[in-house]
């Protein structure tokens, strides 16, 4: 890793060039008052690489033969790391409360015993997000009533990868309750290990969200929770992956975004709907 005492300077003609291009990439759009957070998070990176420059920076990621692999780090170095188990659980409590015990009682229907009960956690970052969720089902006793399956996705290699080792600092429990903490993750120094039961129970995997083809069978889920993703993606590329999931989700299907986030000014296909004290966003 490249440690930078300045970002390199970013001129407001080159920053909408690149900001543009992240965007078509990645659907993240920073607005103009983010220029300087952006050369800040991409300057190691371009003189990683060797630029001179953001211009030579961007040139590099348009048009270079190897632009995919240097995109990798980009997602990595404009990723937003900050979540925590049991964050905005009121959701999580309308899955297992209400959700899922109306999947279980209308499961006699043939179309629902034929597959898992699928539940996807887009950009779940270093993984608390569905790890909560399975020790939400765990603590129901949902795992020894029907097959579930919950992935855990994001853009970031290294956020997966951490998530993929199960090991999370304090932070990470600002709103978990001791009890269950002390039941579900065990101290390794200063870290805390998730339990091997809970941990198992996820499918990790690296995908871009506004790549249709990386995400087709986890937009199939049954419940998606995409939260605190769309602050940070433009009007556009909010509709396009919300119309995506709607069109790949069976009825009914649940969506679930952030607190601070909104889709009613979209127009969606999906209904609003207040669900055991949480609002999600329904496909009937």
């Known amino acids: 890793m490249t440690?930078?005492?300045?970002?390199?300077?970013?001129?407001d003609t080159i920053?909408?060039?690149?900001?543009?291009?992240i965007h078509e990439r990645t659907g993240l759009y920073y607005e103009p008052g983010k220029r300087e957070m952006l050369a800040y998070k991409l300057s190691p990176r371009a003189i990683e690489c060797g630029c001179d420059s953001f211009l030579d920076y961007y040139y590099l990621l348009k048009y270079d033969a190897n632009a995919d692999r240097e995109w990798v780090q980009v997602l990595d170095a404009l990723a937003v790391p900050e979540t925590f188990f049991w964050r905005e659980s009121e959701q999580i409590e309308a899955l297992v409360?209400?959700?899922?015990?109306?999947?279980?009682?209308?499961?006699?229907?043939?179309?629902?015993?034929?597959?898992p009960f699928r539940i996807w956690s887009a950009a779940c970052s270093s993984g608390e997000e569905p790890l909560s969720i399975a020790i939400a089902l765990h603590e129901g006793g949902w795992f020894d009533r029907m097959p579930i399956e919950i992935y855990g996705t994001d853009a970031s290699t290294r956020a997966i990868a951490q998530a993929k080792k199960g090991l999370y600092r304090e932070r990470s429990f600002r709103t978990i309750s001791p009890t269950l903490k002390r039941k579900y993750f065990t101290p390794t120094g200063h870290q805390w290990q998730i339990a091997p039961e809970i941990?198992?129970?996820?499918?990790w995997a690296v995908t871009n969200l506004l790549v249709p083809t990386q995400n087709w069978k986890f937009a199939g889920s049954d419940v998606i929770f995409c939260r605190n993703v769309f602050i940070y993606f433009s009007e556009d590329s909010i509709r396009k992956t919300v119309s995506f999931f709607f069109d790949r989700m069976p009825s009914p299907g649940y969506l679930s975004i952030g607190a601070s986030e909104s889709l009613l000014k979209l127009n969606t296909d999906f209904q609003f709907q207040e669900i055991g004290g949480?609002?999600?966003?329904?496909?009937h």
């Open 97 to 115: 409360d209400v959700i899922l015990p109306q999947y279980w009682k209308a499961k006699t229907e043939p179309s629902r015993l034929s597959r």
């Open 199 to 203: 941990h198992r129970r996820i499918q």
């Open 278 to 283: 949480a609002f999600v966003y329904l496909k």
């Open 3 to 11: 440690f930078v005492s300045e970002p390199l300077d970013l001129p």
């Open 15 to 21: 920053f909408v060039l690149l900001r543009d291009l």
